[in-house]
DNA sequence: ACCTCATGCCCC
DNA sequence: ATTCCGA
DNA sequence: TCGGAATGGGCATGAGGT
């Protein structure tokens, strides 16, 4: 199959304008490639090939021809083959040889291969279309019934595999897909709530109210010594994490599949705060580190040879309790929106994130961020002052979008800066905000508009972070805009040292 | 030897 | 990660 | 209700440059 066949099914794909047009153009275009083509073309459909890391990123792509070949002759093959070459060169001189594979192929190239191609090396596609796309059009391809595909994509957490199966195999091959110790599943996820009460719903029926750990998500396989531990992304780093493989093997159970957090943990057997987590996690060498890391474990997907995402929370739970009592994540069980408020207050005090609340009667949806799993954390507001704001992209073309965020000197300095962020706003903001900055300009570099620092936004954060990249020394964590203060003067902005405050909670870096 | 920049199926 | 919007 | 897009800060690493 040709690499052009891929390339026009995207500019389609981007041209067409619901949702159902987009899936038959992927569809048209598995019907006619071959299973392992198809299971190619997928990849690179979602921006993600099976490569993973190839080194290439805006910096090398910038000085990159357009595509300039006059008719398309690349095939699905060849591209395969250069973003392995990308992926496996390494060591001095490797940037200068990168640039040279990224050069021969968009020579190679068509005007619009040449475009695919640098939205498949960004990852960033941008046609409207990822997984649930593709699988949807797999599906429709197979004729088979699309919950079958999603359940197999899931479970192998491979969507390049998924399409080869259901192109090959049809619904018997898709059947014949199940939970194997040692390949990840993609994990379930929580879908956000206001407060508890909003997350434990209108039913009487308890909920578990378990802490949010401020970690890392890890699924955790053994079977006998055999250990792998992979994070949400479904990424392999048991190497990096020997003692939590020694841990797994450990525990009194010889085959298993866990999920939970990676937490660092102080002398205290505190919590550290997530940016000392990742200090640690992200490490090659876990010697080099003084970090303990611990995980706190809130589910079984497997145990002893018994599958049990079809089982409920509530048996899943009294299974987990005997694989891994001792890394049991804390929780309580009630169906009591105040019990759950004292939990949550008692856990964040502690230095935890929040909760997430879960319906004991809930099956583990792999995958899916649904209404079983609820979380709830803790939110501040800032006012604080516009500096500055960035073209957007995309749909956001033409509105000043991404702010740049100022906290008042309380000594009577210029704002200082801490943080950015274009959440929260919505079209017709985006819009009203474009013209009020551009009332109020006062220079501009590439994309960024300097603006008079008149304007005040309310805006909500999670907390602040420490920062080498801000003058403050820290920096927003989540922030998104609630609405514009007309009312309030750029000097009665909140000061730095309030949002300083926000990082005195219970957690502390360490030194 | 040290600094800067770019990169990441990065983590959140 | 959070949020808004189209389907 | 779901899926996609638009973008945030910080971390270690490794290449390239001084």
Do not use: C
């Not at 073209?391 to 704002?415: K, M, V, Y």
């Amino acid at each position: 199959m040709l690499f052009d066949d891929v390339a026009a099914t995207s500019a389609a794909v981007a041209a067409a304008s619901g949702r159902g047009a987009k899936t038959d153009a992927i569809a048209d275009l598995f019907r006619r490639a071959d299973p392992a083509d198809a299971a190619i073309a997928a990849t690179f459909l979602v921006g993600d090939p099976r490569q993973g890391r190839t080194g290439v990123g805006w910096a090398t792509l910038r000085d990159a021809p357009a595509g300039s070949a006059a008719a398309p002759s690349l095939a699905v093959g060849d591209v395969d083959e250069s973003l392995s070459r990308l992926a496996s060169t390494s060591g001095p001189g490797s940037q200068a040889a990168r640039r040279a594979v990224v050069a021969d192929l968009f020579a190679r190239a068509t005007a619009r291969e040449g475009d695919f191609l640098r939205r498949l090396l960004m990852a960033e596609m941008r046609h409207g279309a990822l997984d649930a796309v593709v699988l949807d059009a797999a599906a429709r391809a197979a004729d088979v019934p699309v919950a079958a595909v999603r359940r197999a994509a899931m479970l192998t957490g491979d969507l390049g595999r998924t399409v080869a199966i259901t192109l090959g195999a049809g619904s018997t091959g898709l059947a014949a897909v199940g939970l194997e110790v040692g390949r990840p599943v993609m994990p379930m996820l929580a879908s956000p709530a206001t407060d508890v009460a909003d997350a434990l719903g209108t039913g009487p029926a308890p909920a578990a109210v378990e802490a949010k750990l401020d970690g890392v998500r890890i699924q955790l396989h053994r079977r006998g010594d055999d250990v792998a531990v992979f994070t949400r992304n479904l990424n392999d780093v048991t190497a990096r994490l020997p003692e939590v493989v020694a841990l797994a093997r450990s525990l009194p159970v010889d085959v298993f599949v866990l999920d939970g957090e990676l937490v660092g943990i102080s002398a205290a057997d505190a919590p550290q705060a997530f940016q000392d987590t990742m200090s640690r996690f992200g490490r090659d060498d876990a010697a080099s580190s003084p970090t303990v890391l611990r995980p706190h474990f809130f589910d079984v997907l497997h145990a002893g040879g018994d599958d049990l995402v079809d089982e409920p929370l509530a048996m899943r739970r009294d299974v987990l309790a005997e694989v891994a009592s001792h890394y049991v994540v804390d929780g309580t069980v009630t169906a009591d929106p105040a019990a759950a408020a004292r939990f949550l207050d008692a856990t964040v005090a502690a230095g935890n994130e929040g909760v997430v609340i879960k319906a004991l009667a809930s099956t583990y949806a792999a995958g899916r961020r649904g209404e079983s799993w609820r979380k709830v954390k803790p939110v501040h507001t800032l006012d604080l002052v516009v500096l500055a704001a960035e073209w957007g992209h995309g749909r956001r073309t033409g509105f000043l979008s991404n702010l740049h965020l100022g906290a008042r000197d309380p000594t009577g300095g210029p704002p200082v800066m801490v943080g950015k962020t274009f959440k929260g706003l919505t079209d017709a903001m985006l819009a009203s905000q474009t013209e009020a900055l551009l009332a109020r300009e006062a220079g501009r570099d590439g994309i960024v508009v300097f603006v008079r620092p008149e304007l005040v936004v309310e805006v909500a954060v999670d907390g602040v972070q420490t920062s080498t990249r801000y003058p403050g020394g820290v920096a927003l964590r989540f922030a998104r805009v609630r609405r514009y203060r007309d009312d309030k003067p750029a000097a009665a902005a909140d000061t730095l040292d309030a949002v300083r405050a926000l990082g005195a909670g219970t957690v502390r870096r360490s030194g």
